[in-house]
């Protein structure tokens, strides 16, 4: 069981890149799933989250606007596309599971996390 992020890397600040996070869970659908963030000497920080069915979604102040979560729940994946990035957004990003059917703030309610993909934004 686990979630495998991709698509992080070196971007120019504006630019658009898309994240992936595959899930081996036969459950995946079952479950609302979560993006959080962690930069350099901060705390880790809810970014976007989205429920099960990838209806209801709930955002960061910071990103509301320039990115969207959402999810395919046949190829159990749940995607954050970023637009118009800063260079504030650097950081590694995250997605992660709750086993709640709707998406929630707080990373202690997230019990599958993977590994990480760092996004650097170059302004």
């Known amino acids: 069981v686990q979630l495998v992020e991709s698509g992080g890397g070196l971007v120019q600040a504006g630019g658009s890149p898309r994240l992936s996070c595959a899930a081996s869970?036969?459950?995946?659908?079952?479950?609302?799933m979560g993006w959080f963030r962690q930069a350099p000497g901060k705390e880790r920080e809810f970014v976007a989250g989205i429920d099960k069915n990838g209806v209801s979604t709930v955002y960061q102040d910071s990103v509301k606007g320039r990115f969207t979560v959402s999810r395919d729940n046949v190829k159990n994946t749940v995607y954050l596309q970023m637009n118009s990035l800063k260079p504030e957004d650097t950081a590694a990003y995250y997605c992660?599971?709750?086993?709640?059917?709707?998406?929630?703030?707080?990373?202690?309610?997230?019990?599958?996390w993977g590994q990480g993909t760092q996004v650097t934004v170059s302004s």
């Open positions: 869970l036969r459950t995946f659908s079952s479950y609302a």
């Open positions: 992660a599971r709750t086993r709640r059917p709707a998406p929630r703030r707080e990373a202690g309610l997230y019990d599958l």
